[in-house]
């Protein structure tokens, strides 16, 4: 099965079951952990800000124009910042490990 590796705000961290074509913020929300995700994944609200553990930052398609400028609205930015709304789960990204901003 595939699946994600999320760290959560308290540092604790879950291994939650990933299918192909939804996005990370989908799969991170739909397990009940705390993304608010405003706006259900169109890229309009920066709530679903995380960080991608830098091993798999390279596996990622780039940021588009979109997602960089709701990133800089955002809070708390790093390197490894990236709206989860913005990355779809294939099988490439097996095991793959981000961690939620603060809110
Ligand atoms: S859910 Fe709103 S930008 Fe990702």
């Given at each position: 099965m595939n699946k994600i590796v999320v760290k959560d705000r308290l540092g604790k961290n879950y291994n939650l079951p990933a299918n192909p074509g939804s996005t990370i913020m989908e799969i991170i929300r739909d397990a009940g952990l705390?993304?608010?995700?405003a706006c259900g994944g169109?890229?309009?609200?920066?709530?679903?800000h995380i960080y991608v553990d830098n091993e798999w930052l390279s596996k990622l398609n780039p940021k588009d124009e979109d997602e960089e400028s709701m990133l800089d609205q955002a809070?708390?930015?790093?390197?490894?910042?990236?709206?989860?709304?913005?990355i779809e789960f294939d099988?490439?990204?097996?095991g793959i490990i981000v961690e939620l901003a603060p809110d």
């Open positions: 705390d993304i608010e995700a169109c890229c309009a609200c920066a709530t679903c809070f708390e930015i790093k390197e490894n910042s990236r709206l989860g709304c913005q099988e490439d990204l097996n």
